[in-house]
């Protein structure tokens, strides 16, 4: 009689984009690792999110440490309620914690009663971070030394933003930064395939194409390995638009070597691509925001501009603010039907539009159904 391998989905988080999240080792995961650099003092995060709509009946989640998941008891219990609620079970690893019944056994009841305890120091360590931190505050501003805290500086946002194709002076704009901070991690050269907008679909691309060839190697990988320098240059040949055939070029050599990298590290590891799409997704939700939230309000109807805002629930309100847009103009197509579906304006809107002369300064820069 066969049995079927159970699922273990990890998930690690750190507060800050400058912590590492290495440390959190998850040794038995063999499915996808959520992660995500945001405080833990709410549960609305992203990555915690998709993980809770992800597992399934009879999957384990791993964390590490139970002030990972959370930092407040409340919200502790109700995260992990939830993984329970989908007959799922969490395994927290440096508190050897394992909860796996919804109603609660009559063995999970010690445990249940250190994991409530856990949960209140983590919560009670934080709030004596907050208070010590707060009295040093107060003791600087008291003798006249307290300047604030200082911009963090998101290199690999920097750095991302510059590969999308954005210029410094915007980039320190929207980041609150010095251009000088700005400069100083311009790439010596604008690497478009490194952008995560391109790598996340790339990626995605190579994942699906290569996923039947890696499920057949049945761990005897060398004959892969060694037929991948052509491999790859197939996989450009009919992915990269404009492709030369010469891997070696100076147009072409950084991805080549990119896809090279890629598909050695899929084959050794089989978590390689949900760790970096995760990582990926969360990059892009950091650039758009600039680009989106914080780029000029000039008044364009930009297509993907709008549909992110609405995406993201922001009003139309805060759409008219953030993009110039006049409102009525903004009104005609904000709560639209088909636009609300497809993501575009379709022909007999625009005309109603510029029927009644909303346009004023607006370009028509947004996406029209033919």
Known sequence: MSSTKKTIVGYRRVSSTSQSLARQELPDVNDRIFEEKLSGATKERPALQEMLKYIRNGDEVHVHSIDRLARNLRDLQDIVQSVLNKDASIRFITEGLHFHDREGSQGDHLQRLMFQMLGAFAEFEKN???????????TAKAAG??????KTIDDELIIDLYNEGRKAKEI???LGIG???VYRLKPKEINIYA????RIGYL????????????QLDGNNDAFVADLPSYATQFMEDYVEGYDGNPTGPEFKTLYEQVLNDIVKMVEDPLFYERERTSLIERCRKVDHEVYVKGKAD???DRRRLSWLKDHHYTAVQAVEITGIDAETLAVIWDHPHVEKHRRIPKDVMAEIK????MGAANTKMDVDD
């Open 128 to 138: 004596i971070i907050q208070s010590r931190r707060q009295e040093g505050i107060n």
């Open 145 to 150: 030394k307290y300047k604030g805290r200082g």
């Open 172 to 174: 320190a704009e929207w």
């Open 179 to 181: 251009i000088a901070s």
């Open 195 to 198: 952008a995560p907008s391109y």
């Open 204 to 215: 995605t691309h190579m994942h699906e194409r290569c996923r039947d060839d890696l499920a």
């Open 299 to 301: 008044g364009v109807m």
């Open 355 to 358: 029927a009644n002369s909303l």
